[in-house]
């Protein structure tokens, strides 16, 4: 089992960057696969970056050169640079850790991008 909360979200002006944060807890952090989701009213929940246990990352197209994903496998913790904000990246932004089969989310946080 593992627990994870999200923390960093906000408003913020287009332009303007965020961290955000997800802290694990309850199992072996390291060996999971840490991805960062989105999901925009009436939208459906996508993919925003993702990175495994041994570093490869991926990122959606609509975010590459903008976001930035870390993991610190000694603070059980993975993050999310946001930077040059748009009004389209509002969402609320959900944390997962995945070791197949077994898959978990956080309560996730809010972003919005408004001037």
């Known amino acids: 089992q593992v627990q994870l909360v999200e923390s960093g979200g906000g408003l913020v002006q287009p332009g303007g960057s965020l961290r955000l944060s997800c802290a694990a807890s309850?199992?072996?952090?390291?060996?999971?696969?840490m991805g960062w989701y989105r999901q925009a009213p009436g939208k459906q929940r996508e993919l925003v970056a993702l990175?495994?246990?041994?570093?490869?990352?991926n990122y959606a197209d609509s975010v590459k050169g903008r976001f930035t994903i870390s993991r610190d496998n000694a603070k059980n913790t993975v993050y999310l640079q946001m930077n040059s904000l748009k009004p389209e990246d509002t969402a609320v932004y959900y944390c997962?850790?995945?070791?197949?089969?077994?898959?978990?989310w956080g309560q996730g946080t809010q972003v919005t991008v408004s001037s």
């Open positions: 990175i495994t246990s041994g570093g490869k990352i």
């Open positions: 997962n850790a995945d070791w197949q089969p077994l898959s978990y």
């Open positions: 309850g199992s072996i952090f390291s060996i999971y696969t």
